[in-house]
């Protein structure tokens, strides 16, 4: 797959010297409170990019913005078995980079792709109800709410409840 442009941003294979930049996201605690993840490390970092890299059933991103290309973020697709055709969104960006449309703008762009190219039947999104920045995201990509799962998992050493989101191929299209 080649690199998605949108009218700020260039969604892109991340690559080896985006470590220091993706590390730079993943090592603060506010960017992980809501992931099952903690902070990582440079090393954990390359580690988990060399798994994605490697792993056919993930479609990953990093998220650039054109006029600085600085990396900012990135942006996935989890596929499903291929049957199903659906997957899981998931995003991350830098704090210095929340509430400028950014994750709303890449979002738009890897769902077009996951009901174009990929020809997806759905997407769908899992979040800590409480990460209400993410929902108001998916909301405005047109996701809906599915279910509420009331503290069905133990994170970080509290219950946390979990909602699912979603999106058909024929909602994104209309």
């Known amino acids: 797959m080649s690199v998605i442009e949108t009218p700020r941003l260039l969604l892109r294979q991340v690559v080896e010297a985006d470590l220091t930049a993706l590390h ?3 090592a603060l605690p506010d ?27 993930v479609v990953h991103r990093g ?26 969104l998931g995003y ?17 762009a890897i769902l077009a792709l996951a009901f174009g190219e990929l020809d997806l039947h759905r997407v769908c999104a899992r979040l800590e109800p409480r990460n209400t920045a993410s929902a108001r995201v998916l909301q405005r990509l047109g996701l809906r709410r599915e279910a509420l799962l009331i503290e069905n998992e133990w994170v970080k050493g509290e219950w946390q409840s979990e909602a699912i ?10």
């Open 24 to 26: 730079a996201i993943q």
């Open 31 to 57: 960017a992980t409170r809501w992931l099952y993840w903690e902070p990582r490390t440079l090393e954990e970092v390359r580690a988990n990019l060399a798994l994605r890299r490697s792993d056919p059933a």
């Open 63 to 88: 998220i650039v913005v054109r006029a600085t290309g600085e990396l900012i973020g990135d942006i996935g697709l989890h596929l499903g078995e291929q049957v199903h055709r659906g997957a899981e």
């Open 92 to 108: 991350i960006l830098h704090r210095d980079h929340h509430g400028h449309g950014y994750a709303t703008e890449a979002g738009r």
């Open 165 to 174: 989101y979603a999106i058909l191929a024929s909602e994104w299209r209309a």
